[in-house]
Nanobody
Framework: QVQLVESGGGLVQAGGSLRLSCAAS????????MGWFRQAPGKEREFVAA????????YYVDSVKGRFTISRDNAKSTVYLQMISLKPEDTAVYYC?????????????????WGQGTQVTVSS
């Protein structure tokens, strides 16, 4: 049983920073890609970033490039999303997700496992 548990969300002022964590358990993730998605009220869930569990390849949506960094700690089975220079439009519930293989890593429906989400609110 794969489990993904997010933490680290909260309320921050515009320009501030947060680091989200996603603790993964239940299997070996070496062949997985891990993604972060977000969903704002009234909007569809959108891709934010992804990383290959074994390796350094990363992917980002254009709107967060240069501000967000995805990384992972294999020893802790944890994936992080470091967010700086936060903007009010970054406000959303952020979800961690996992999928096998490198194809279509930006597509929500390609992911097999999801966490429960963590709220990020950026005030102006």
């Amino acid at each position: 049983q794969v489990q993904l548990v997010e933490s680290g969300g909260g309320l921050v002022q515009a320009g501030g920073s947060l680091r989200l964590s996603c603790a993964a358990s239940g299997r070996t993730f070496s062949d997985y890609y891990m993604g972060w998605f977000r969903q704002a009220p009234g909007k569809e869930r959108e891709f934010v970033a992804a990383i290959r569990w074994s390796g350094d390849r990363t992917y980002y949506v254009d709107s967060v490039k240069g501000r967000f960094t995805i990384s992972r700690d294999n020893a802790k089975s944890t994936v992080y999303l470091q967010m700086i220079s936060l903007k009010p439009e970054d406000t959303a519930v952020y979800y961690c997700a996992a999928k096998v293989g490198p194809f279509r890593v930006t597509v929500t429906t390609q992911y097999d496992y999801w966490g429960q989400g963590t709220q990020v609110t950026v005030s102006s």
